[in-house]
């Protein structure tokens, strides 16, 4: 069941009094996130990311196009209701603590009182700040205001919860305590959306991932299928490369890279692979290891990135 | 949210700041004011008033419309900077994402917000009424009904000056600026409400003239407003000097426009901040 869906959204910004200038955020965009998985937006900065999550919780406005959250048109506040949001930069008053903070925004959703109090405090505690709720947050570090906006994102047990960079500034430790969080919330049954540049964190927790640039998506797909195994091999040898046999080589594969005793090629099946294999031995070295490669999700999203699709 | 609203001033430290000048204000008077010990005068810093008739009215009158009139701009001025910066607050970057992203609409986000402003400064504005009211009641026993309900208006005057600050702060998204256009709107207010006397003399042309006479009458009359909640009180004897008009009675008309104006205002504002990308 699809959670978010969205048809040929599209934003453009207008700015300048007399001569507009016009920015298209967002190029046609269809995206759709299923219940219980944890969806990441890839893009560099400046791609659209945080402009679609504003759009699907109504804080900016699609200029064309389609989308439904929990099968609601846009705009409608049960959508609101049920969804908890980390925005990148997140800004507080600084004249609260943060256990003030976190009471303020529970009355904006409509939660009170004692329950609220206990709330706040557990969620405190849970984003390891239990200790810190009663200073003012003039005084946090980066990393635990972006440790303060998590708990707050989660005040009210959202089913759908985007989240924008939330690691950022935030040190390896705490990185791996918000992925724990994001884990169980999605143990609990909910879905979370991801937006991220940093690509290690998002391959290391989410189930699908769309790659945005310039607005437009570029490929939509779970992690093992972006990063699926190519017939690109490792070959470790005991013995260094000779300019021979990487002139062999080369002559039968489609991309080769050597340093001293390591052999990275692409061979399009594996009898080429199995004939360089020959060839290695004819030259009279030994081979330690052959292994098959697997592309890293940044090789994919560089790669993506890099041949232009979507400019 | 207007609850939520009003303890972000009070913990923001500008609501209290005001709440300190008002009551220092009060301790002034406090200390100023009493009867002489055969009731006969009015004693002010210890110079006597005669008690029955100064300039045609009680001392106690007197001293009442000098004191709401002094005072009135004070608070007015004051509160504007104590609760102008709750909205721009609001839509800065990085926290207007967080308000817009919780289940409330707009229109009562951006309402509850300025409506919480204005309250909490008319309810500082009661609260010293009533402290006045009382201080004259003990003091020189006079219970003068009329000023408690001059200083209600003069809070309801506020509610509708807000609205003015309130929209300049949703279009500016700055605090500086929503203060300054205020004020500005505030004098623009006082030259509208005596037009005939002086804008009007500018340039003698009908069209300038109902264009000054539509806008006194489609924005906020802060002036008409302040100067008909004094009359409740008594007449100004200082006015007199001025003409026939500003001596009139009391007239509710002001606020009747001034209420309109304003809800138009908060509504053109709530409309204009639902069709806003943060």
Known sequence: ?311 | MMVVTIREAILRGTLIFYFAVGNIIVAFVAFAIKASPDGSAVLVFGNSIPAKSLMGMSAADFLLIQLQRSSTSAIMFLGIFAVAGLIPSMLEKGTAELYLSKPLSRTSLFLSRSFGATIAIALNILYFALVIWALFGIKLGVWHSGFLLSCLMVAVAFVFYFSVVAFTSLLTRSQGFAIMLGFLFWFLSSALETRVLGLYKLWDNVIYHRTLDTLYYVTPQISGMLENATRLIGKNPFDRMLGPQATADFTIMPFIYSFLSASAIYALAARYFSKQDY
């Open chain 1, 1 to 311: 069941m699809s959670i978010v869906q969205t048809q040929g959204l599209s934003k453009t910004f207008r700015s300048g009094l007399i001569k507009k200038a016009r920015v298209e955020a967002l190029k046609d965009v269809s995206l759709s996130v299923e219940a219980g998985e944890i969806f990441g937006l890839l893009g560099p900065n400046g791609a659209g990311k945080t402009t679609f999550v504003k759009i699907l919780l109504s804080i900016a406005h699609a200029t064309t196009g389609e989308a439904q959250v929990f099968d609601h048109a846009l705009g409608a506040l049960s959508i609101r209701q049920k969804c908890g949001y980390l925005p990148e930069n997140h800004r507080y008053p600084q004249f609260l603590t943060g256990l003030q903070t976190l009471l303020l925004f529970g009355n904006l959703h409509g939660l009170k009182g004692r329950a609220l109090k206990q709330k706040a405090q557990a969620l405190l505690e849970r984003v390891g700040l239990k200790d810190w709720m009663n200073v003012k947050i003039k005084r946090y570090s980066k990393g635990m205001l972006q440790r303060l906006g998590m708990a707050q994102a989660l005040l009210n047990d959202p089913e759908l919860l985007f989240l924008d960079e939330p690691t950022d500034g935030v040190d390896p430790v705490g990185r791996k305590e918000i992925r724990d969080v994001l884990k169980d919330l999605k143990v609990q049954g909910a879905t979370i959306f991801l937006n991220s540049h940093l690509l290690s964190e998002v391959e290391l927790i989410c189930d699908r991932v769309a790659i945005l640039n310039k607005g437009q998506v570029l490929k939509v797909g779970t992690i093992s299928e972006i990063t699926a195994p190519q017939l690109e091999y490792e070959i470790q040898l005991e013995g260094t490369v000779t300019e021979r046999l990487l002139a062999i080589i080369k002559s039968s594969v489609a991309e080769t890279h050597a340093d001293a005793r390591v052999l990275r090629v692409t061979v399009p099946d594996k009898l080429v692979l199995n004939q360089i294999l020959d060839s290695i031995r004819k030259e009279g070295i030994l081979i330690e290891s052959v292994m098959p490669r697997r592309a890293t999700l940044e090789d994919y999203f560089i790669k993506v990135l890099q041949s232009g699709e979507g400019s």
